[in-house]
């Protein structure tokens, strides 16, 4: 990966990005296109997941299935298939907000989280959101969904559908902790709710288990939220709780894999 896709699609250089976002974005606004998930799920027999763990390397893509990215994951993909890419972490929307992303998505759903009429770390999304989002021309649709429903701007309650399949459905809590348990949700509920989906597939979703760098060659980072010892524990015994109760599942990653292959 050269120098340039490095500070543009992955989580390297972030200083770079909040210095840009004081001198971008001095046009005028532009209107953002829209499309729900349910108008174009159906054509797909599956889903699968796409964090960044070394696993990631053991799928190989087809076209009949969707595939759920985040951060840098949909990278691996190389543009040649469909995928929806879903923003949660802070660092990744400065980076979209800059330059978009290298391949373009289905739809990129921009997740914020937040309590209390927007307070906590998402404040800071949205206000992101509203000061930059439509100052640049986007050739997908996007979405944003928050709990509290915030945004004006194609605003769908896929965080709260989600959470709420989540509690009534699998008694452990969702630690909802990371971007990869974030897409894990997404799998569960997305496979549930469309009767056309047979399986939800998992791959990168590793922990800091099963090897020593991520698809694109760098190295993994053992300090990140993901791999810390209390917050597996916790991420260990709400997937295991999900792939219990539910049937449809193949984990396919090193943490927690289901497949034995």
């Given at each position: 990966?050269?120098?340039?896709?490095?500070?543009?699609?992955?989580?390297?250089?972030?200083?770079?990005?909040?210095?840009?976002?004081?001198?971008?974005?001095?046009?005028?606004?532009?209107?953002?296109s829209?499309?729900?998930?349910?108008?174009?799920?159906?054509?797909?027999?599956?889903?699968?997941?796409?964090?960044?763990?070394?696993?990631?390397?053991?799928?190989?893509?087809?076209?009949?299935?969707?595939?759920?990215?985040?951060?840098?994951?949909?990278?691996?993909?190389?543009g040649?298939?469909?995928?929806?890419?879903?923003?949660?972490?802070?660092?990744?929307?400065?980076k979209?907000?800059?330059?978009?992303?290298?391949?373009?998505?289905?739809l990129?759903?921009?997740?914020?989280?937040?309590h209390?009429?927007?307070?906590?770390?998402?404040?800071?999304?949205?206000?992101?959101?509203?000061?930059?989002l439509?100052?640049?021309?986007?050739?997908?649709?996007?979405?944003?969904?928050?709990?509290?429903?915030?945004?004006?701007?194609?605003k769908?309650?896929?965080?709260?559908?989600?959470?709420?399949?989540?509690?009534?459905?699998?008694?452990?809590?969702?630690?909802?902790?990371?971007?990869?348990?974030?897409?894990?949700g997404?799998?569960?509920?997305?496979?549930?709710?469309?009767?056309?989906?047979?399986?939800?597939?998992?791959?990168?979703?590793?922990?800091?288990?099963?090897?020593?760098?991520?698809?694109?060659?760098?190295?993994?980072?053992?300090?990140?939220?993901?791999?810390?010892?209390?917050?597996?524990i916790?991420?260990?015994?709400?997937?295991?709780?999900?792939?219990?109760?539910?049937?449809?599942?193949?984990?396919f990653?090193?943490?927690?894999?289901?497949?034995?292959?």
């Amino acid at each position: 990966m050269n120098i340039s896709d490095k500070i543009k699609y992955t989580n390297k250089y972030p200083h770079f990005s909040k210095l840009l976002m004081l001198y971008n974005f001095l046009g005028n606004s532009k209107k953002l296109s829209f499309l729900d998930l349910k108008d174009f799920i159906g054509k797909y027999k599956e889903i699968t997941m796409f964090a960044s763990g070394p696993s990631l390397n053991l799928c190989k893509p087809n076209s009949e299935t969707l595939y759920l990215t985040t951060n840098s994951s949909y990278l691996y993909l190389e543009g040649k298939y469909d995928f929806v890419h879903v923003i949660k972490d802070l660092g990744y929307l400065r980076k979209f907000l800059l330059f978009g992303l290298k391949y373009n998505p289905k739809l990129v759903i921009i997740e914020i989280p937040t309590h209390s009429g927007g307070k906590g770390f998402g404040a800071m999304t949205i206000n992101y959101i509203k000061k930059y989002l439509q100052r640049r021309k986007f050739s997908f649709p996007i979405v944003i969904t928050n709990n509290e429903n915030l945004v004006e701007t194609n605003k769908v309650n896929y965080y709260s559908e989600r959470l709420d399949f989540v509690s009534k459905n699998i008694e452990t809590p969702n630690p909802d902790s990371n971007s990869g348990l974030m897409l894990y949700g997404y799998g569960i509920w997305l496979t549930s709710k469309f009767d056309n989906l047979q399986n939800f597939n998992i791959y990168g979703l590793d922990a800091g288990e099963g090897g020593k760098q991520y698809f694109d060659g760098s190295k993994t980072l053992p300090r990140h939220v993901a791999m810390r010892d209390e917050n597996k524990i916790k991420m260990k015994k709400f997937i295991e709780a999900c792939q219990q109760e539910l049937s449809y599942i193949n984990n396919f990653s090193y943490f927690i894999n289901n497949t034995n292959k």
